[in-house]
């Protein structure tokens, strides 16, 4: 749900990183933390356990930049992937104006990541939402560990609409930031076509 | 700020109408801080000595306590707790929902009291609502004239938001 505020001339976007646990995805936001201009930047703030696993969501706000006088801002949240917290992921997608799957390309991940997928549908048909219709991109993460699926069977199998999707190596940066701009570009031309 | 299909709109207007009424509540509940926040997580509005905080972050973390005591409300079969009250050691913070839209912060310390404070928040959110159900007239007028389409995303082309990312 953005935010168009006339007042202080600038446009709120909310962006959702999905995925099962382990995929990367608070590490997609911490790299985008440590690679973004401190200007362009508010605190990245992580409720995790003791263990740094996420416990409720990570929060990350970057600026983008100005389109006609106006500031776009998008906030950046993440689920907790691991199965038990599925009370947290659905209020995290609440008002959410795109999201970005983050798949574990390692094969023995292939189950968990489907799962989550079909987490992610309901969680969103719930809230009004349709996966089909939303700004959605798609990365495989971990492509630098030895067991992985090749990137097109993937996406055979968890790409069934045909996204934009990445290949990521989250840790190092590699398709981070195309997977955001990804999303970001859409949510905008979303915002633009309802208006 | 009202909606507008699935998204919230504020104008000038409604927006200074707002800061005087969270100026008033600052100044009358001799709050240290008064914030207003929509319900995802984005701040709308603020008054007092807000320079020393992280009032985005603030905001998001409100809401997202929000969405969990709702969550949890949800389970115990209430509807939603609208007050949320957290006491420190020296500062307090006390939350609640206003028209089941938008929350309101005032973070308080000895200055003030917890009766005081819950007094003032229940005129100002009177006061707010009000603010509200005009914005989402105005809203609702102008898109039936076709002005909102005119104001800004008719001026934005593909272009400027192709432009955003290179």
Not at chain 1, 4 to 22: M, Q, T, W
Not at chain 1, 136 to 154: F, G, H, S, V
Not at chain 1, 166 to 176: D, L, P, Q
Not at chain 2, 84 to 105: M, T
Request: hydrophobic content about 40%.
């Amino acid at each position: 749900m953005s935010f168009i505020n006339y007042a202080s001339r600038e446009i709120n976007c909310k962006i959702v990183y999905y995925g099962p646990g382990l995929c990367g995805k608070t590490t997609n936001l911490q790299y985008i933390h440590r690679r973004t201009n401190p200007e362009q930047k508010g605190k990245l703030i992580s409720l995790a356990t003791e263990t740094e696993r996420t416990l409720f969501f990570d929060f990350l706000p970057i600026a983008l930049g100005d389109i006609k006088g106006f500031k776009i801002r998008f906030h950046l949240y993440t689920v907790p992937g691991q199965v038990f917290y599925a009370a947290s992921r659905k209020l995290i997608l609440k008002g959410v104006d795109g999201v970005v799957f983050v798949a574990d390309s390692q094969i023995e991940r292939m189950e968990s990541n489907m799962e989550s997928i079909e987490d992610l549908s309901i969680n969103l048909a719930e809230q009004g939402y349709d996966l089909e219709k939303l700004p959605y991109t798609i990365q495989y993460n971990k492509r630098d560990l030895p067991n992985i699926a090749p990137a097109e069977d993937m996406d055979n199998l968890l790409n069934p609409r045909r996204v934009p999707w990445f290949e990521g190596v989250a840790v190092t940066g590699k398709g981070v930031f195309e997977t955001l701009k990804s999303v970001a570009k859409q949510v905008l031309f979303e915002l633009k076509k309802n208006y | 700020m009202a909606m507008n299909g699935s998204d919230l709109v504020m104008y000038e207007e409604e927006f200074s109408r707002i800061d005087v009424e969270l100026r008033k509540l600052h100044q009358q509940a001799n709050a240290m801080v008064v914030f207003l926040v929509d319900k995802n997580g984005q701040l709308i509005a603020s008054a007092g000595e807000t320079h020393d905080i992280d009032t985005t972050s603030l905001a998001s973390l409100t809401a997202g306590n929000i969405a969990a005591t709702g969550g949890i409300a949800r389970l115990l079969g209430e509807k939603e707790f609208t007050i949320l009250f957290h006491e420190g050691e020296k500062d307090n913070i006390h939350i609640s929902l206003i028209g089941q839209r938008v929350i309101l912060v005032v973070i308080f310390d000895r200055r003030s009291s917890l009766g005081l404070v819950r007094l003032r928040v229940k005129k100002a959110s009177e006061a707010l609502v009000k603010i509200f159900e005009d914005i989402t007239q105005k809203v609702d007028k102008e898109k039936g004239e076709g002005k909102l389409e005119e104001s800004l995303f008719a001026e934005i082309s593909d272009e400027d938001i192709d432009n955003l990312f290179k």
